[in-house]
């Protein structure tokens, strides 16, 4: 019983995070219908960023978080100035290869500059275990399910009452009247995929503070995917419903299966549910099943 | 097709032809003399990589079908070739099958577990395809590393090398030969495949898969049979690979190496037959010009960092794609076209 608490709440928290890190997806594809596969490596480069900073270059975390922030920002600009903005109006087939591209050259990148394979965040969160009836669960999974929670209802009012935050909702709604009325989509493209780099930075510190910086980050931002593709592309209702389940699947799966199967079967349930979700139900829970017509 | 002034085209067959003009014989012959000769005056290192470029041109060519013609993004294809190598490997090294018939089966093994990935490709396409086969790397890459009575797991497996009758092809000479004729076997199926009604299906299934469909094209058939036939020539090319290293080990087929597979084919020009044979050569070429530079770079400057080997291959690759996606999308295939036209009209441009 206290197993099961145990894996019910840390697959809930870890499925926040996945669910934040999809968010990030959701957002780039609702204002501009680019498919990002690029997230595993903007998570992974976000979080050895952030541990270059803290530990290599020794800032204290109220120097090194904001840091981060701005360089996935600057990332986030980057990438949509120079490979995005120039493939508008290009093929499916292009926009998603060219951010395998980026995913790349990411991966090389984090490679180049930092060629250890492992690397530990400073603790930022307090140690002492919380005890939730039978369970034990260590703080950082509450703390990172919390910030999730608290990031999701920030965007939330964002999309809700900023200025920005509607022009963003419009264009993915409809993006010649959006232009018609003098909002300019190209901004509005950059701006989702700042908040796409910031929100996967911050999914990747949290996740590397729990598990620590490896290349397994990839994977996770991978994992995400599947959060996306239960949830439905276009919703962020989905990805908040889709992550926990996702993060439950896999920790219990990870939890019961592995007897059975053997290790690791953790590690691919989330692709296997894509599979699944594929074959039954492909837009997803709350996706817009899309209609076409010649 | 722009031809040479004075070619016409007198009867069907003529027209047909891949091979029109005198000048056209000379070079293919020029290429094949070139090709069959080149063991007696490269050495091993070189056939190496040569063996290595025909295996990646067969496994490049099966990834052009499923996204060039047909238009279905398979990010998998490592995954599927990991299938072909796995199976040569267990039928001709543990059940002691002969090295051909190993071969078709790991064609046709790959091929299948393809068509399995590939069913969902029948109601959704693009983004949501693009994920399915991500997924099926990762499902096929941790089958492997965790069926080990089979598979060998992570320690890995021992592949025998090829052999036909009682001729066994263990020097590098004997296996670029190997190599070349299947790949030259491949091309030419390429070419053909992609002139005749299922090339053309598999074209009108990527331009407008609606409209397709109206016409009478048979959406599910033909966008499966464009994963059969992708990932048979994957497992093709797998299964070769395997003889070639003699060891299997999954680290080869990763999702790193399905990207880089896809880069290939939009390097070299998607939907040709000519793209993913000089994607292929790009490609490797240019891992072998880093291989060679990088450790002189780090020699002559000491204060590069130390995972400067290891970093710069996939920034290169990754940069080149975003490059030719963003400068030239119709990739290699369609310069060499702009070449040939101009070579033509010289020195008149009209």
């Known amino acids: ?294 | 097709m722009d031809l040479p002034c004075g070619t016409r085209n007198y009867d069907y067959a003529r027209d047909m032809a891949v091979l029109r003009t005198k000048t056209h014989w000379m070079l293919f012959i020029g290429l094949l003399a070139v090709v069959f000769t080149a063991p007696l005056y490269w050495s091993n290192y070189w056939l190496g990589v040569a063996n290595l470029i025909g295996i990646t041109i067969i496994a490049a060519i099966g990834l052009n079908i499923l996204i060039g013609y047909c238009g279905q993004l398979s990010i998998g294809h490592a995954g599927f070739m990991a299938i072909g190598a796995y199976t040569t490997a267990v039928l001709t090294g543990k059940l002691g099958f002969p090295f051909l018939g190993g071969l078709i089966c790991s064609g046709f093994t790959a091929g299948f577990i393809g068509l399995i990935f590939g069913l969902p490709s029948v109601r959704v396409k693009g983004f949501y395809l693009a994920i399915t086969t991500i997924a099926a790397q990762f499902i096929i890459i941790w089958v492997i590393n965790h069926w080990a009575p089979v598979t060998g797991g992570f320690v890995g497996l021992k592949v025998p090398y090829a052999s036909i009758g009682d001729f066994i092809f263990r020097s590098k000479a004997s296996q670029f030969y190997l190599i070349m004729v299947i790949a030259a076997l491949c091309i030419l199926f390429d070419k053909n495949l992609a002139r005749g009604r299922i090339g053309r299906a598999f074209i009108a299934v990527r331009d407008n898969d609606l409209a397709a469909e109206v016409m009478g094209i048979n959406l599910a058939y033909y966008k499966l049979l464009a994963f059969f036939i992708g990932c048979f020539l994957a497992g093709i090319a797998g299964a070769l690979f395997a003889h070639w290293v003699g060891f299997l080990n999954a680290e080869s087929f990763t999702l790193s190496d399905s990207i880089l597979y896809i880069g290939m084919v939009i390097i070299g020009g998607l939907g040709t037959t000519l793209g993913p044979v000089l994607g292929a050569i790009l490609i490797r070429l240019l891992q072998q010009g880093i291989m060679y530079i990088s450790p002189l770079l780090e020699g002559t400057f000491p204060t590069l960092p130390a995972g400067f080997t290891t970093g710069i291959g996939p920034m290169v690759f990754g940069l080149v794609i975003i490059l030719f996606l963003v400068f030239e999308p119709r990739g290699l295939a369609h310069r060499w076209m702009l070449f040939k036209a101009a070579y033509r009209l010289w020195p008149f441009s009209y």
């Open chain 1, 1 to 294: 019983m206290a197993e099961l608490l145990q894996y019910t709440i840390t697959g809930i928290a870890v499925g926040m995070i996945y669910a934040l890190i999809a968010l990030g997806f959701a957002l780039v594809w609702k204002s501009s219908s680019v498919a990002n596969l690029a997230l595993g490596q903007l998570v992974l480069i976000s979080s050895w960023f952030t541990y270059g900073m803290l530990v290599q270059a020794k800032f204290p975390l109220w120097i090194g978080f904001p840091l981060t922030i701005l360089f996935a920002l600057f990332l986030g600009w980057m990438i949509e100035r120079f490979t995005l903005r120039p493939l508008i109006a290009q093929p499916i087939l292009s926009l998603i290869t060219v951010t395998l591209g980026v995913a790349y050259f990411l991966e090389g990148l984090v490679t180049f500059v930092w060629p250890v394979s492992v690397g530990a965040l400073p603790r930022f969160f307090p140690q002492e275990p919380i005890y939730i009836g039978p369970a034990v669960v260590s703080q950082e999974y509450v703390w990172a399910a919390g910030i999730s929670l608290l990031l999701f209802g920030l965007l939330s009012l964002f999309f809700k009452y900023h200025r920005m935050g509607i022009a963003m909702r419009a264009t993915a709604d409809d993006q010649l009247a959006v232009q018609a009325c003098a909002i300019p989509v190209t901004s509005v493209f950059s701006t989702s995929w700042m908040f796409a780099c910031v929100v996967a930075a911050i999914g990747g510190v949290l996740i590397s503070s729990i598990g620590g910086v490896t290349f397994g980050l990839v994977e996770t931002g991978l994992k995400s995917f599947s959060v996306v593709i239960l949830g439905g592309l276009d919703s962020f209702v989905g990805c908040i419903v889709a992550g926990p389940i996702i993060g439950l699947a896999e920790n219990l799966g990870g939890g019961y299966l592995t007897q059975f199967i053997g290790p690791g079967i953790k590690d691919i349930i989330p692709f296997i549910i894509i599979i699944i979700v594929m074959v039954i139900k492909p837009y997803g829970l709350f996706g817009e099943t899309r209609i076409e017509r010649i």
